[in-house]
């Protein structure tokens, strides 16, 4: 699975945008860039996922550069309680496996009022 | 529908002691996954079962091992346990084995090897 590169940290205040940044150079044709966040004390949470377009549920937005060398995730009008470790992984096609994902180190997203 | 069920949720055991984990996944998924989170290494993947079968393993001693039951519930088993192994244990599921399927994560199981 290709490497990710996340920036450790980052503050966002209430009622705004929070964009986190993700790069993926090594990223190849069959790999998709999924986004996890996982909450103090509680498993990961599923947000998005996408392979070449924009997507976007109820949740969030999903940016993904036209090389897919990058991609960004919105939350758009962040609250305290998305306050989280945020994961972006992007996983090998790898048929009749489902889940062997690599964690990096994530974002810490701290929401302020 | 009911999440992912890992029990215990907290568990305190000594080293060369051995243990047990369980997960219930999602009814109807297929797929069950487990991880081990730790404040140094992050979140490690540690094996995959889908219809009874190990597909996959992580880079973890033989003395991490998993099972998988008919009705896709799993258990690990930690066996001569190391101070090392206190690890927050997450297990996950989902519906079939494909690249492209999202996960599904319990809340975990809190270990703590004294």
């Known amino acids: 699975d290709a490497k990710t590169t996340q920036p450790p940290s980052m503050d966002c205040a209430e009622g705004r945008a929070a964009n986190l940044p993700c790069n993926h150079s090594t990223i190849s044709g069959n790999e998709y860039v999924y986004w996890y966040r996982q909450i103090h004390s509680q498993g990961p949470q599923y947000i998005i996922h996408g392979l070449k377009n924009n997507e976007t549920n109820e949740m969030a937005s999903l940016i993904i550069t036209e090389d897919r060398k990058s991609s960004t995730l919105i939350l758009p009008h962040a609250t305290l309680r998305d306050t989280a470790v945020y994961y972006c992984?992007?996983?090998?096609?790898?048929?009749?496996?489902?889940?062997?994902?690599?964690f990096g180190t994530g974002t810490r997203l701290q929401v302020t009022l | 529908k009911a999440g992912v069920t890992q029990t215990p949720r907290y568990l305190i055991k000594t080293r060369g002691q051995q243990v047990t984990l369980s997960c219930s996944p999602i009814s109807g998924h297929r797929s069950v996954s487990w991880y081990q989170q730790t404040p140094g290494q992050g979140l490690q993947f540690l094996f995959e079962y889908f219809s009874e079968t190990q597909r996959n393993k992580g880079n973890f001693p033989g003395r991490f091992s998993g099972r998988q039951f008919s009705n896709s519930r799993s258990e690990m088993n930690v066996s001569t346990l190391e101070l090392g192994d206190s690890a927050l244990y997450l297990c996950a599921s989902s519906p079939e084995a494909g690249y492209n399927e999202k996960l599904f994560f319990g809340s975990g199981t809190q270990l703590s090897v004294l």
């Open positions: 992984i992007v996983r090998m096609l790898n048929t009749g496996t489902a889940s062997k994902l690599t």
